[in-house]
């Protein structure tokens, strides 16, 4: 095996091994992926409390919603990973999720809820869980038993 490649994203340092190898992990809490994804969300419900009372029903929910999804999903594939084409499914499910909240980031930016550092440390997050998703997705084998 070549070069690990490794990402820094916030405080979080992320090794390619580490999200593909499953010899010790027991539970999705383990998963970086999980941890770095669900840190996320709270980070992006905290900055909500700040968004005007208008956007409660629509930008708020929406955003909240779709990055809670992420790790949901997450643990739900790690449950159901004896079963490859489960797993990948909810992995997908993920990752469609972690892209429509970076959407979300996207109209937060531009109506002016949050300033660009913000919003660029939040996207790239979520740019690395997609990441790390997609190699899991690639290597279903990886993580079943």
Known sequence: MGEDEK????????????IIIMDRIKTHKE??????????????FEMTKSFPKEEKYS????????????SGNIAEAFRKRRYPKHFV????????EAAETQVWLDYALECKYIDKTVHDELFDSYDH?????????NNPENWSF
């Open 89 to 96: 499914s909810k992995l997908s499910d993920s990752e469609g």
């Open 31 to 44: 998963l970086k992926v999980y941890q770095l994804s669900f840190d996320s969300g709270m980070k992006i």
């Open 7 to 18: 990402w820094r994203v916030g405080d979080w340092e992320i090794w390619e091994t580490t």
């Open 59 to 70: 930008l708020i929910n929406q955003i909240r919603r779709s990055s809670r999804s992420v």
């Open 129 to 137: 869980i997609i990441a790390m998703l997609v190699k899991m997705i």
